[in-house]
């Protein structure tokens, strides 16, 4: 199947993209949407003294002009200071296949991906009834191959590489780093400390205590944590209290079996407990700002810098 191209994201970078799925004899409309979202907790910036919220204006260097969205496009620095405007036509236009496709350059085995170099994932969905059979040729085909496909597709104006897979009967592409982008393991130093047949044991039965709790079972404490700060603060306006501080090893002298010991002690007894997540304050919702100039009702799409 080499050849077999996959158009996705485009150089606009959007969170939501129509291209064609296809190949040399077939082409199938997709929708490129994205299959991860962020439960961060957002903050805003507030001054210090009072409180009062903090906003960044983009204003022209050169008279101190604010400017809508619509009055600015990127533009390419040169040795000279000379600035070259790229509009998002000319990224649209790029003279490069994959600008508008996802294009499957190869099939590899699976383990010779690294997950280091995993990144960002989308679904594609198929966008037409014409589509159905092509999409789900592809997934069956996927699926019973013994390598994994590699995909190369332009976002964010960069040409990336990307990993086909299925999931759920719905196609997915992984974006992948570079190979250049992953810095070398020579650079972290690794401590030279020999370690005993009983402290590898002791590991192991750690692990095996761990062991069971699958990813769905996980809850992100620290944002549990930061909840209770905030819900604290607007109730009371005292934080709660600290939590206990974890020395590191090369704090004291470690008797290394012992902590092992004490640590499969630990998972045994907290693996049970309940996790409680407090609900935190309504926000109050900004009313809708006016553009001073140019305001529209919906506006362009800004590339990512």
């Not at 809508?68 to 533009?75: A, E």
């Not at 990993?163 to 130093?189: C, F």
Request: hydrophobic share 40%; glycine share 8%.
């Amino acid at each position: 199947m080499p050849g077999l191209s996959l158009p996705g994201p485009g150089g606009r970078g959007a969170s939501a993209a129509h291209r064609p799925l296809s190949s040399e004899k077939v082409t199938i409309p997709i929708k490129v949407v994205p299959a991860t979202e962020s439960q961060d907790i957002s903050f805003r910036q507030i001054h210090t003294a009072d409180g009062g919220r903090i906003r960044y204006r983009k204003v022209r260097e050169l008279d101190g002009q604010e400017l809508s969205q619509d009055d600015i496009v990127r533009g390419y620095e040169t040795a000279t200071g000379t600035l070259i405007p790229v509009t998002d036509q000319d990224l649209d236009n790029l003279p490069l296949p994959t600008a508008k496709a996802i294009e499957i350059v190869s099939f590899v085995p699976a383990a010779s991906i690294d997950p280091i170099q995993i990144g960002a994932s989308y679904y594609l969905a198929a966008t037409e009834g014409v589509a159905a059979k092509p999409y789900e040729l592809l997934p069956r085909a996927l699926e019973r191959s013994s390598k994994v496909a590699v995909a190369k597709f332009a976002m964010r104006d960069r040409e990336r590489l990307g990993l086909p897979r299925v999931k759920e009967n719905v196609i997915m592409l992984h974006a992948l780093r570079w190979p250049d982008e992953i810095r070398s393991t020579s650079q972290v130093p690794v401590p030279d400390t020999a370690v005993s047949e009983q402290e590898v044991d002791a590991a192991v039965r750690l692990a095996e205590t761990l062991a069971g709790t699958g990813l769905e079972e996980m809850r992100d404490g620290y944002q549990a944590a930061l909840e209770e700060v905030i819900a604290a603060k607007a109730g009371s306006g005292i934080p709660p209290a600290p939590g206990e501080e974890i020395l590191p090893a090369s704090a004291g002298v470690v008797d290394l079996m012992a902590v092992l010991e004490k640590s499969v002690q630990d998972a045994k007894a907290t693996r049970s407990e309940p996790v409680t997540v407090q609900g935190l304050p309504a926000r109050k919702t900004a009313p809708k700002r006016t553009a001073a100039k140019k305001s529209t009702a919906k506006g362009k799409p800004s590339r990512s810098a």
